[in-house]
């Protein structure tokens, strides 16, 4: 009994906090993208400008988190939900699932204004935003 305690608490020590930043390469201005994950997994969202990644956000499973520094530009929208996330190999080890959001997001700020994004990882009554699944070794880690 002692032992599988230590593993959970090992496990417990390893999973990120919500709204935990585990990569930022490109940010700095003044868009904002809420995450709600109304999943039972934990999740794993990632922006991409381009080519190039520009940050991932840990949301934990029921929960909200935000990016409140989102440089302008148009960005591919990547998520990943699982269980046991694998902070060195930056992946989930159990029931991963990977996908994209098949739109885009604008941001742009201007003198008075700057973008807001709220996106969903789970289905939403009337929701629009539609997604398409990813081959784990096309998605930016």
């Given at each position: 009994?002692?032992?599988?305690?230590a593993?959970?608490?090992?496990?417990?020590?390893a999973?990120?906090?919500?709204?935990?930043?585990?990569?930022?390469?490109?940010s700095?201005?003044?868009g904002?993208?809420?995450?709600k994950?109304?999943?039972?997994?934990d999740?794993?969202?990632t922006l991409?400008?381009?080519?190039?990644?520009?940050?991932?956000?840990?949301?934990?499973?029921?929960?909200t988190?935000?990016?409140k520094?989102?440089?302008d530009?148009?960005?591919?929208?990547?998520?990943?939900?699982?269980?046991r996330?694998n902070?060195s190999?930056?992946?989930?080890?159990?029931?991963?699932?990977?996908?994209r959001?098949?739109?885009r997001?604008?941001?742009n700020?201007?003198?008075t204004q700057?973008?807001?994004?709220?996106?969903?990882?789970n289905?939403?009554?009337?929701?629009n935003?539609?997604?398409?699944?990813?081959?784990p070794?096309?998605?930016?880690?």
């Amino acid at each position: 009994m002692r032992e599988s305690a230590a593993v959970s608490q090992a496990a417990l020590a390893a999973r990120p906090g919500n709204g935990k930043v585990l990569y930022d390469r490109i940010s700095g201005g003044e868009g904002i993208l809420k995450i709600k994950n109304g999943t039972g997994k934990d999740g794993v969202v990632t922006l991409v400008r381009g080519k190039t990644k520009a940050f991932s956000l840990y949301v934990r499973a029921k929960s909200t988190a935000s990016f409140k520094r989102v440089d302008d530009g148009t960005y591919t929208v990547y998520f990943t939900t699982g269980y046991r996330f694998n902070s060195s190999k930056r992946k989930f080890t159990k029931s991963a699932v990977y996908q994209r959001f098949n739109d885009r997001l604008k941001f742009n700020t201007t003198a008075t204004q700057s973008t807001i994004w709220t996106l969903t990882l789970n289905p939403v009554k009337g929701g629009n935003a539609r997604t398409s699944g990813v081959n784990p070794k096309d998605f930016p880690a």
